[in-house]
């Protein structure tokens, strides 16, 4: 099912997330529901708190909704190891009609677990090692326009309130 997704400045985006300590049910169907939503709206990750669930979990899938070839769905995702660094331009679906680039790391080791409980751990590099790392801020409450610097942060909170206060 395909859920709305929560913009910015919603305080649900700033929340702590929690540790998911038992893949239930609800876990796999917010996944189904997450990876749905992911593909629907053009996106290349998502996570929870972007549709309003502040837990940890995040959906990737970089060969894109077109393709939808390389999903991965990481319960409790850590980067454990991090090299070199870039700069990135990056979009986001809780932050419309915004662009931003900030620095990353080149590669990422990232640990996680699966939907079956399994542990997993993967070394990612270019896009993906940039989209892991994007989510996995989402998970520390952190957005691609805190990142980007005071000033770009506060032109970009006038015009989403005044984008919501015309829509009144
Ligand atoms: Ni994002």
Redesign the pocket.
Known sequence: MVKEIKVFPDPVLYEENSNIDRISDAVRQLARDMTDTMYEKG?I???AP?VGENCQLVTVDVSGPQRREELLVMVNPEIIETKGDVESE??????PEFKGTVRRAEEVTVSWRDLEGGIRQMQASGLLACCLQ??I??LRGV??VDQVGRLKRNMYEKKMKKLYSSEQ
């Not at 990056?90 to 932050?95: A, F, N, P, T």
């Open positions: 996106g990750g998502l996570a972007q990056e979009g986001c679906l809780s932050l994007h989510e801020d989402h957005l691609l």
